[in-house]
C-alpha cells in the first residue's frame, strides 16, 4: 500500500489538533508534527510563514506535545516529529516559551554543532527530548540539520525511548552515504525529491525517481519522497517511484488561507485516492514493515 504523511504544522490554529484529525480521517498513514522553529532553514517561504503563525500564537514543544497528549485518545495513526537540532540539542522540552533560536548565533559562548548541548541540565538533550516526545505519543522524529554520521547521541536517545529517527536523503547524496542512511534509518527512508527548500511545485522534480531508485537498491525500507509535490497527480507519479510521499506546503498553504478542517479532509482524501488508484495499478508491490506506532 503506497502511504501517505501528510505534514501538519503544530500549533499553526488553536484547533490545530482537528485538522490532525482530518487528516486522519482522510486516510493518512502518518501525520508528520513540525515543531515550529525560528530558523526553519529546510522550509520554504509557506512553512515558513506556518511556523510564524504558529510561534505567534504562542505554540512551543511543550505546548503541542501538552496537546497531544491529550487528544490522544483520538489518534489512531503513527505520529512523527519534524524538527531542527537546535531544539532537540539545546531546546528545554520542559519550558513553555516559543521555539526560538539557541545556538551559537544566540549564545556565542555555547559553542558549535549538536553536541553543544550536551552542558544543559538534565530536563534538556536528545534524551529528554525523546522521552517527552514518547510520553506525547508520538513514534518518529526527522530532524534534517543533524547529518547521519553526527546522529550518533541522537540515534541512541531515540532508540532508547522507542523513537524511530528517519533519516533523509537527497539527490546529490553519494553511493556509500546512501547506503549508510539506508542501514541507520528507522521506519522509513524520507527521499528529498529535489535540491531546494519545501514549496508547492508545478510539476515532480526529474530527480525524484533515480533517487528513489537508488535508495530502493540499498535499503528494504519504505521509501517516502517528498519537498515539492502539491498536487495528488504529482503524488500518483511520485508514489509510482518509491512507496509513498510526504505531502506539507501545499497543506499548510490551504490552512494559511482560511481553510477549514473539513476542507482540508476533503485535499488529503484526494491525495489519498491517487494513491489507492496506484496500489490497483501494482498489485503485487513489496509488502513493508508497518511504522512504528500503527493505526490502533
Not at 108 to 115: H, T
Not at 154 to 180: F, K, M, S
Not at 260 to 275: G, I, M, Q
Request: with cysteine; charged share 20%; aromatic share 4%.
Amino acid at each position: 500500500m503506497k502511504r501517505l504523511n501528510p505534514y501538519l504544522t503544530g500549533g499553526i490554529t488553536p484547533d490545530w489538533i482537528d485538522y490532525l484529525l482530518a487528516f486522519q480521517a482522510a486516510g493518512a498513514d502518518a501525520v508528520e508534527i513540525g515543531l515550529p522553529f525560528s530558523d526553519p532553514m529546510l522550509d520554504g517561504a509557506t512553512i515558513q510563514q506556518a511556523s510564524d503563525q504558529a510561534l505567534r500564537l504562542g505554540a512551543s514543544v511543550a505546548s503541542i506535545l501538552t496537546d497531544l497528549a491529550a487528544a490522544r485518545s483520538r489518534i489512531c495513526i503513527p505520529l512523527i516529529a519534524m524538527t531542527y537540532a537546535n531544539l532537540v540539542f539545546r531546546g528545554d522540552p520542559f519550558t513553555t516559551g516559543p521555539a526560538t533560536a539557541t545556538g551559537p548565533e544566540a549564545d556565542p559562548e555555547a559553542g558549535s554543532g549538536p553536541e553543544a548541548g550536551r552542558s544543559l541540565g538534565a530536563g534538556s538533550g536528545p534524551e529528554a527530548f525523546c522521552r517527552r516526545l514518547a510520553e506525547a505519543g508520538i513514534t518518529g522524529l526527522i530532524v534534517p540539520d543533524v547529518p547521519v554520521d553526527e546522529a550518533d547521541r541522537l540515534e541512541a536517545a531515540a532508540t532508547a525511548a522507542g523513537i524511530d529517527l528517519v533519516l533523509l536523503a537527497a539527490p546529490v547524496t553519494p553511493p556509500d552515504r546512501l547506503a549508510e542512511i539506508g542501514r541507520r534509518s528507522r521506519g522509513f527512508i524520507y527521499a528529498v525529491s529535489v535540491m531546494d527548500t519545501t514549496g508547492e511545485r508545478d510539476a515532480l522534480a526529474t530527480t525524484a525517481a533515480p533517487l528513489a531508485a537508488r535508495l530502493k537498491a540499498v535499503t528494504d525500507l519504505p521509501v517516502l519522497l517528498g519537498f515539492g509535490i502539491s498536487t495528488p497527480a504529482q503524488a500518483a507519479t511520485a508514489a509510482r517511484a518509491g512507496d509513498g510521499v510526504v505531502i506539507g506546503a501545499a497543506l499548510m498553504r490551504r490552512v494559511l488561507d482560511g481553510a477549514t478542517p473539513d476542507d482540508l479532509r476533503a485535499e488529503v482524501a484526494a491525495f489519498r485516492a491517487a494513491l489507492d488508484q496506484v496500489d490497483q495499478e501494482v498489485p503485487a508491490a513489496t509488502a513493508h514493515a508497518e511504522i512504528s506506532g500503527h493505526r490502533r
